[in-house]
């Protein structure tokens, strides 16, 4: 039986539409809008399975505190820019009758700002998008196939959010959603059982023995994984904590020595003033570090450090003072345009500061990665930020054990993949690979074995005689077979490679292994041009049968600049042109070459052949050359390996086809916590398959 009640860590947000006559005061620019209904809403996460997510808005359900106190109103939820905190909540009801929230908010008047009220004015943004919190979601209907439908019966809006997004709810939330967010969802009973206590996990959704409360927990056998199940930890996990809880063993007095009860004392008081100077050095540190981005808020700060305040709390006072405030942040504060959430913004500046440091990006990109404040990061910089981004005080730690809780309790591996991800599609776009040029890309579902068909003409129109009936034509079916496979790679990037800022890690290794996936995917493509396997009928592609093997002299004419090379490519077209369907009738197709395939060695006398107006061999220019501008020259070294004699003519249409599952062109990556290695493994696969569609379009010389 799944769990009635859970909780959702992270902000979640939704979208809702306003209009225009919604503004009350255009002078004060003040707009009444409705922040959020009772619509449900499919959400999807990295973590779980997806579900139908419905808003409770029954009095007790929801908390307006945030609100009712004053809370931003942002530009795409970014709370970081003083340019994108553009005003404040005024004020905030709940219409339980209505089933929605109902809010009054206040644009800034500041110049910046101008431009974004001129589109609210004139009915161009008109999306609003509240962020809120979930501190508990009821299971209503058990999808039992379908999404699991719940009820948030406990949650809290955060902020309101001017919003660039489509006015259909459905595909404005399904727009944003699509791309699973990093939502992690816990069972409340769960948490209760662990008297109230929450853990910290690692990539694998184990908790981190990061506190003597979770290790005592861990050890008694009551602490749970992030998605609420046991955990039971292995003999070397609890023997660690064991080792690391384990006191120190007093020292025993020799036999008749006088301990000094004043100097133990003494001793003792010390050893506390010290742990208590280190934990108040700690407190301190992390408070900055909170405050770092905000230097306009350091009456704040300064009133934490000196009451005691603790982080937590400390961490509510700023963000109930950004609320309030919707002035500047400061000169200094980064701003990072991509992206909607805190996540997507970190990754975009990591990713311009990786791209200008290897040397690939863009006169904008370079541009744009100074005003992201991450121009000149290190690996090790990036790591270090994204555990700063996560509220974790990385001046804590070594350079190892920074670098691994980056991996595990961060953003950092995200920016990793997709930082990895952009150099394998760049290595792959860069391939030069030639069969995209003739062939034809198709798109399978699944990894059966699937059916290319391939019908013959429709039969020739009867005449019909006054008062007479209409027949029925028939088509025949040749299909070919095709069936999908899986082609990868792996390859790893550990930790030493981030503190020794190894940046082949992530251009040159994985565009390699993108150049090496456009690689197999023409290997497999032209495999399946020179392999000349056995069609459906039982004969293979070139055949005489087929009447497309062009078999004139011993085996072949070779492909040469002169009369007898015209003269065979004469022939190959005659040949394709009085091609007949599979029908009864035999139905002549009158099919046109359009390409002239053939290896490297023979690439200059076919582009001579195609590109001369005059017949060669000639002493008379004026005799015309009667294949020119027969058909494109497509060259290819595979074809080399199998013959440096061999050529063909290929018809635009149905010939041979390069198939991917569902029609995904581009390789995957994805990425696990490394096993073998301290780090982070991807995996770089692509699904495809080709096949010989019909033998008709196709025609071949050997040459020889």
């Known amino acids: 039986m799944k769990t009635l009640k859970q909780r959702i860590e992270g902000m979640l947000f939704r979208e809702m539409e306003f209009r225009a006559d919604g503004i009350v005061d255009e002078q004060e620019r003040i707009i009444k809008v409705v922040a959020s209904t009772e619509t449900p809403v499919m959400r999807r996460s990295f973590f779980s399975s997806p579900w139908l997510e419905t808003l409770g808005h029954k009095r007790g359900e929801v908390d307006l505190d945030r609100l009712k106190k004053g809370a931003p109103v942002l530009y795409n939820h970014n709370m970081f820019s003083r340019a994108d905190r553009i005003g404040v909540v005024e004020s905030a009801k709940l219409n339980s009758k209505e089933r929605r929230i109902e809010a009054t908010i206040r644009i800034s008047k500041r110049d910046d700002v101008d431009d974004i009220w001129t589109d609210v004015r004139d009915g161009i943004l008109k999306n609003i998008s509240v962020g809120y919190t979930v501190n508990e979601r009821v299971l209503t209907r058990e999808g039992k196939g379908e999404p699991d439908e719940f009820r948030i019966t406990s949650w809290s809006p955060g902020e309101i959010s001017l919003v660039p997004?489509?006015?259909?709810?459905?595909?404005?939330?399904?727009?944003?959603?699509?791309?699973?967010?990093?939502?992690?969802?816990?069972?409340?009973?769960?948490?209760?059982?662990?008297?109230?206590?929450?853990?910290?996990?690692?990539?694998?959704?184990?908790?981190?023995?990061?506190?003597?409360?979770?290790?005592?927990?861990?050890?008694?056998g009551t602490a749970t994984r992030s998605d609420?199940?046991?955990?039971?930890?292995?003999?070397e996990v609890r023997?660690?904590?064991?080792?690391?809880?384990?006191?120190?063993?007093?020292?025993?007095?020799?036999?008749?020595?006088?301990?000094?009860?004043?100097?133990?004392?003494?001793?003792?008081?010390?050893?506390?003033?010290?742990?208590?100077?280190?934990?108040?050095?700690?407190?301190?540190?992390?408070?900055?570090?909170?405050?770092?981005?905000?230097?306009?808020?350091?009456?704040?700060?300064?009133?934490?450090?000196?009451?005691?305040?603790?982080?937590?709390?400390?961490?509510?006072?700023?963000?109930?003072?950004?609320?309030?405030?919707?002035?500047?942040?400061g000169g200094d504060a980064q701003r990072?345009?991509?992206?909607?959430?805190?996540?997507?913004?970190?990754?975009?500046?990591?990713?311009?500061?990786?791209?200008?440091?290897?040397?690939?990006?863009?006169?904008?990109?370079?541009?744009?990665?100074?005003?992201?404040?991450?121009?000149?990061?290190?690996?090790?910089?990036?790591?270090?930020?994204?555990?700063?981004?996560?509220?974790?005080?990385?001046?804590?730690?070594?350079?190892?054990?920074?670098?691994?809780?980056?991996?595990?309790?961060?953003?950092?591996?995200?920016?990793?993949?997709?930082?990895?991800?952009?150099?394998?599609?760049?290595?792959?776009?860069?391939?030069?690979?030639?069969?995209?040029?003739?062939?034809?890309?198709?798109?399978?579902?699944?990894?059966?074995?699937?059916?290319?068909?391939?019908?013959?003409?429709?039969?020739?129109?009867?005449?019909?005689?006054?008062?007479?009936?209409?027949?029925?034509?028939?088509?025949?079916?040749?299909?070919?077979?095709?069936?999908?496979?899986?082609?990868?790679?792996?390859?790893?990037?550990?930790?030493?490679?981030?503190?020794?800022?190894?940046?082949?890690?992530?251009?040159?290794?994985?565009?390699?292994?993108?150049?090496?996936?456009?690689r197999t995917v023409g290997d497999i493509a032209y495999g399946a041009l020179t392999a000349n396997a056995a069609l459906s009928d039982g004969i293979v592609l070139f055949h005489a049968s087929h009447n497309n093997l062009n078999e004139s002299g011993a085996g072949g004419t070779p492909?040469?600049?002169?009369?007898?090379?015209?003269?065979?490519?004469?022939?190959?077209?005659?040949?394709?042109?009085?091609?007949?369907?599979?029908?009864?009738s035999a139905t002549a197709l009158n099919i046109n070459p359009s390409f002239l395939v053939v290896p490297r060695v023979l690439k200059r006398i076919a582009v001579s052949l195609m590109a001369n107006t005059s017949e060669p061999g000639?002493?008379?220019?004026?005799?015309?050359?009667?294949?020119?501008?027969?058909?494109?020259?497509?060259?290819?070294?595979?074809?080399?390996?199998?013959?440096?004699?061999?050529?063909?003519?290929?018809?635009?249409?149905?010939?041979?086809?390069?198939?991917?599952?569902d029609g995904n062109q581009a390789p995957m990556l994805e990425q696990q916590a490394g096993w073998a290695i301290d780090g982070t493994e991807y995996k770089v696969r692509i699904d495809v398959a080709a096949a010989a569609e019909d033998f008709r379009g196709l025609q071949r010389d050997d040459g020889a």
């Open 165 to 220: 997004l489509g006015a259909d709810l459905n595909a404005q939330v399904g727009a944003r959603l699509g791309d699973a967010m990093e939502y992690r969802i816990f069972d409340i009973e769960n948490e209760r059982s662990n008297t109230d206590m929450k853990f910290r996990y690692d990539a694998l959704g184990n908790p981190i023995p990061d506190t003597p409360e979770a290790r005592a927990a861990i050890l008694a």
């Open 228 to 235: 609420g199940s046991p955990y039971a930890p292995t003999d």
């Open 239 to 329: 023997a660690a904590i064991q080792a690391q809880d384990k006191p120190a063993p007093a020292a025993t007095p020799a036999p008749g020595t006088v301990v000094d009860l004043d100097a133990e004392r003494s001793a003792a008081r010390d050893e506390g003033v010290t742990e208590g100077r280190k934990a108040e050095q700690t407190r301190v540190a992390d408070i900055n570090a909170l405050f770092a981005q905000f230097p306009d808020q350091d009456a704040i700060r300064s009133a934490a450090i000196t009451d005691g305040t603790d982080v937590e709390a400390t961490r509510a006072l700023l963000l109930d003072a950004l609320g309030k405030d919707s002035g500047p942040v």
């Open 336 to 518: 990072i345009e991509a992206g909607d959430d805190a996540t997507d913004k970190f990754i975009r500046a990591g990713n311009l500061a990786i791209a200008v440091r290897a040397g690939f990006a863009t006169d904008d990109e370079r541009i744009e990665v100074g005003k992201t404040g991450f121009r000149g990061f290190t690996l090790y910089d990036l790591a270090r930020r994204s555990l700063e981004l996560s509220g974790q005080n990385a001046d804590r730690f070594g350079k190892l054990e920074l670098v691994g809780r980056a991996f595990t309790t961060s953003d950092f591996p995200l920016l990793l993949q997709d930082a990895a991800n952009k150099s394998m599609l760049r290595g792959w776009d860069e391939a030069e690979e030639t069969w995209a040029q003739w062939m034809n890309s198709g798109s399978l579902a699944d990894f059966k074995i699937g059916n290319l068909v391939n019908l013959s003409s429709f039969e020739a129109l009867t005449l019909v005689n006054e008062d007479g009936e209409y027949t029925y034509g028939s088509f025949q079916d040749e299909g070919q077979t095709i069936q999908l496979a899986t082609y990868g790679k792996l390859f790893a990037i550990s930790r030493q490679s981030i503190i020794n800022d190894d940046l082949n890690a992530f251009t040159r290794i994985p565009s390699a292994m993108g150049r090496a996936a456009s």
């Open 559 to 584: 492909l040469s600049n002169d009369a007898a090379g015209v003269a065979a490519l004469a022939a190959m077209d005659v040949a394709m042109g009085t091609q007949t369907d599979a029908s009864a």
């Open 618 to 661: 000639q002493a008379n220019p004026g005799i015309a050359n009667s294949v020119a501008g027969l058909a494109s020259v497509v060259s290819d070294a595979r074809l080399d390996a199998d013959s440096a004699t061999r050529y063909y003519l290929a018809a635009r249409g149905d010939t041979l086809q390069v198939a991917f599952l």
